[in-house]
């Protein structure tokens, strides 16, 4: 009984709450997650995220939220007690004005899945740099070129290193500042923003760190927002 108020709550709160509609992107953290059917949740009806993968971001729905800022996931493929899709609930910070949400697989979850989002608008995510998204459970330190910045856990970091030279990077743990978990050369692209994942590693031969690199082209991303702007004006 408890479960059938609270689906019908939810639905009740969506529908008629003053809301605010956010473009809301996701991405898979792996093939496991993009194989998931999942519905983002606005007004009366659900919306089947289309297009989800671990390498790209999918292209932007427009979500209604209300004053808590929560956006609704529901996993179809999963289901309660009752036979009815489990709900994931994803709080979104009110400053942020284009979220991105990470999806990563979690056991716990009646859904199987937590959902992370980030700020994602070019505002404050500029072309050319990297955004470091720190998904370990502890601080990591972060050397770019000659920039030195802490990653606090489930924290993120912009990192502009400027120009197209080839840039030394690592990552160090507290404990041994001086003995590096992950160290390459990454060179930057003025027309080409890179979304960073650090998560603790799950293969003892790749190290201790595992290393997503999701980049996004300013010709995609333009590409991306003259077509949601033709969306809007047919709907009007």
């Known amino acids: 009984m408890k479960t059938v108020f609270l689906k019908y709550a939810i639905v009740l709160w969506v ?21 998931r059917d999942l519905k983002v949740l606005s007004g009366e009806e659900g919306k089947k995220i289309e297009g989800l993968n671990q390498t790209r971001k999918t292209a932007p729905y427009r979500v209604a939220v209300g004053d808590d800022h929560i956006v609704y996931l529901q996993a179809a493929d999963r289901k309660d007690a009752e036979g009815k ?7 979104i910070l009110p400053n942020v004005k284009e979220p991105l949400i990470l999806l990563l697989p979690n056991p716990n979850e009646p859904s199987g899945i937590t959902g992370i989002p980030f700020e994602d608008s070019s505002d404050g995510f500029k072309f050319g740099s990297f955004r470091m998204l720190n998904m370990t459970k502890g601080q990591l330190g972060c050397a770019f070129g000659k920039d030195r ?8 970091e912009d990192f502009a290193p400027g120009g197209t030279t080839p840039t030394p990077i690592a990552f160090v ?20 923003r890179n979304l960073v994942i650090i998560a603790p590693g799950t293969d003892p031969r790749l190290g201790p760190l595992a290393i997503k690199i999701v980049p996004e082209s300013r010709v995609d991303f333009e590409m991306q927002q003259s077509l949601n702007s033709d969306k809007e004006s047919n709907a009007n």
Not at 149 to 156: D, F
């Open 85 to 91: 899709p489990v709900v994931l609930r994803i709080p």
């Open 149 to 156: 910045k802490v990653l606090k856990p489930r924290g993120s």
């Open 15 to 35: 529908t008629i709450l003053p809301a605010m509609a956010l473009p809301v992107r996701f991405l898979a953290w792996d093939g496991n997650i993009s194989g």
């Open 173 to 192: 743990g507290p404990a041994r500042p001086k003995d590096p978990l992950f160290t390459s050369v990454w060179t930057p692209d003025p027309d080409i």
